[in-house]
């Protein structure tokens, strides 16, 4: 197969047509021979058969008158037929009458015929054997037997294989002859498109094309063939031309790719930076815990400077959770976790709470903090009063951090209203402090970077605040803008968007004479909000700090306290408390406990019935952390470190709404 497979077309095209007609000739050989030798046979058998008839009719005298020598005449005939061998004549009873020639009665049988009458058979050499029966006048009076040989049929048909063998030969040549002539008109406009294919192969010249003699199936390759070489062509110059551009493309793109390095080199020192200083700023404060903790242990020291240990450590501990605090809210904007809950609230109580905690620190400097408003203001606006708050206290802290000398102003006011945007509340922070840079001012929005290196090591702090301000005031519909001058100060502006204030009455003489309201609860007897009997609390916490913590500001409180140290007995308390009849007024609930956690503990406790406040504590702050907790069943939400105010005053309202009003 290998072999015929790397022949040439020509010779394909000649051995193909060459057994294509042998084989044709050879089935037809075949047919004729097969043919002729079965009529021959036929032949053969029904000339004998009639010979036999006419002996039998002329012998069926000899054998009624049992005259033998009539009947060796009779066969004797048979002597001019060269094809039959021998005949042998049997009476009625089955015994040999005579034969011809007279030898062969040696080898006929002497009683009886070897076959059946009327029948003949081919014995094993190829003589036809041949009996028929003899009647006169419609009685059976013997029969005869004849043996003819059939050599002469072979040779004939050797004689036919003979001539058809040399017909097929002639034949075979003629054809042979034939397509060596013809298949030029096959084999031509392959090899030349051959030709024209190594042609384009060596010299890569594409405008080369194959000239179309016919109109037939190589016509049509030929023509298929031009215009693919008129693609071909087409997609080289545009190849070439894409080569260009790709050159261009890549040389654009490595520039691309050098400039994102080296961003990212920058961003990663920036981390690294960042990295560096959040870890000096946690172990500022911690050393500072740390370390007065120590000096309380003295117990030679005076009433006074535990106190002033006491006030450093509580100090610190707020520092350290507000940089925890940071670093979590750009965690949560970053995640795109940050959710605004926007209310109707008054700028006027927002800006005086800040005013009041800012002011303090700035007399701490001995530079002057004022608040002032220009124009009209709306009485109540819509929007997240945390988040603005936290805007003001960031802008505000970082004004009073960076100015040593002079003043620090809180402006507020409203944009004016134009075709293409609404009015917007704006609250500037201008300062007379160092100032900034172009460049410091281009980075001074961006996480992990700050305006300058060295601010950290002179004024501390994570450099979070004016990103965490900015992302919060995109979320509020505005914007922070900041210009600046160094050694002269800096304004940095906030504007966000009000909500509709069709309705809103607006103030137009407006001053920070109006006090806030008190940020800070005081301690409330809990047993006041008790019809009966001190207030019973199960608190569900595994840490045993925590445990003694709680309970502590509890019992001070007034509170009877019992602890769970897991889900699972605070679940079984709880329960056991309901049908003791003594049950407990509310269940502070630790989300976060070994055996059962409290998700679980407070889905088991509704699930059996139980309807008393349940209060989740949880040291998970992120968005999304309060709704799973309600979820769960839970009434209220504290996040930890516990405040000691926001639980008392959280416990209180929560009895408040489930103690009913007492009968009329």
């Known amino acids: 197969m290998n072999l015929f497979r790397n022949i040439s077309i020509r010779t394909k095209l000649i051995l193909l047509t060459a057994i294509s007609i042998s084989v044709a000739l050879s089935l037809a050989a075949g047919a004729f021979l097969m043919i002729n030798y079965s009529m021959i046979r036929s032949s053969r058998i029904n000339q004998l058969d009639s010979l036999t008839d006419v002996l039998a009719a002329n012998v069926s005298a000899a054998l009624d008158f049992n005259d033998v020598e009539t009947a060796q005449e009779l066969l004797s005939s048979l002597q001019s037929q060269p094809e039959v061998k021998s005949a042998c004549l049997y009476d009625a009873s089955g015994k040999l009458f005579t034969c011809f020639p007279e030898t062969a009665s040696a080898e006929a049988p002497q009683q009886g015929s070897p076959f059946p009458e009327n029948e003949y058979f081919f014995a094993a050499n190829g003589d036809l054997n041949l009996s028929k029966r003899i009647e006169a006048d419609s009685e059976f009076v013997g029969h005869i037997t004849l043996r003819a040989a059939t050599q002469d049929i072979n040779g004939m048909m050797v004689q036919y294989v003979w001539i058809i063998s040399i017909v097929m ?16 008109s096959f084999t031509k406009p392959i090899l030349k498109l051959a030709q024209i294919m190594g042609e384009i192969s060596a010299e890569e ?11 037939d199936e190589f016509g049509a390759v030929c023509s298929g063939f031009n215009s693919l070489l008129d693609q071909v062509e087409d997609a080289n110059r545009k190849l070439q031309s894409a080569h260009d551009g790709l050159e261009k493309l890549v040389s654009k793109r490595t520039s691309e790719l050098e400039e994102a390095k080296n961003a990212a080199e920058a961003a990663n020192h920036s981390k690294s930076e960042f990295l560096a200083n959040m870890s000096h700023e946690i172990r500022t404060p911690m050393t500072a815990i740390l370390g007065y903790t120590d000096l309380l242990y003295d117990y030679d020291a005076e009433e006074q400077d535990r106190k002033e240990y006491i006030k450093t450590i509580q100090r610190n501990g707020d520092h350290l959770l507000q940089i925890i605090n940071d670093i979590l809210d750009i965690s949560k904007i970053e995640a795109g976790k940050i959710v605004i809950e926007k209310m109707v609230c008054s700028p006027r109580t927002l800006v005086a709470e800040v005013a009041s905690l800012m002011r303090s620190r700035a007399i701490m400097k001995n530079i002057s903090f004022q608040v002032e408003y220009q124009g009209h203001i709306p009485e109540m606006v819509e929007t997240d009063p945390t988040r603005l708050r936290q805007i003001l206290t960031n802008l505000v802290g970082n004004a009073i951090k960076f100015t040593e000398h002079g003043e620090v102003k809180l402006v507020v006011s409203m944009s004016e209203k134009t075709s293409e945007s609404d009015s917007m509340l704006v609250l500037e922070v201008i300062d007379t402090g160092m100032g900034m840079s172009e460049e410091q001012l281009d980075v ?8 300058d290196g060295s601010m950290n090591r002179r004024f501390g702090g994570t450099g979070l605040g004016l990103t965490i301000s900015k992302r919060f005031a995109d979320m509020l519909g505005g914007d922070i803008t900041v210009t600046s001058t160094p050694g002269v100060g800096s304004r940095f502006a906030v504007s966000i968007y009000p909500g509709r204030l069709d309705d809103t009455r607006m103030l ?8 806030p309201v008190p940020t800070e609860i005081m301690a409330v007897d809990l047993e006041i909000t008790q019809r009966d009997g001190q207030l019973r609390v199960l608190l569900v916490e595994d840490g045993p700090d925590n445990q003694r913590l709680i309970a502590f500001v509890l019992k001070k409180a007034g509170a009877q306290v019992m602890v769970a140290e897991n889900g699972l007995i605070g679940l079984q308390k709880a329960l056991q408390a309901e049908d003791d009849r003594e049950p407990f007024d509310v269940v502070l609930m630790d989300m976060q406990m070994p055996v059962m956690d409290g998700y679980e503990a407070t889905a088991k406790l ?3 019935g139980y309807h008393r406040p349940i209060i989740a504590l949880t040291a998970h702050a992120m968005a999304g952390d309060r709704e799973k907790c309600l979820k769960a069943g839970c009434d209220e939400y504290l996040t930890k470190p516990i405040n000691r105010k926001k639980l008392i005053r959280m416990l209180t309202l929560q009895l408040d709404r489930t103690t009913p009003e007492p009968a009329v």
């Open 205 to 215: 010249d594409y405008s080369k094309r194959m000239q179309q003699d016919s109109s």
């Open 169 to 184: 030969l002639v034949s075979l040549a003629i054809s042979i002859v034939l397509a060596g002539r013809l298949q030029e």
């Open 508 to 515: 137009t003489e407006c001053s920070e004479a109006l006090q």
């Open 606 to 608: 509704r699930d059996a």
């Open 444 to 451: 001074i929005f961006e996480p992990f970077s700050q305006a």
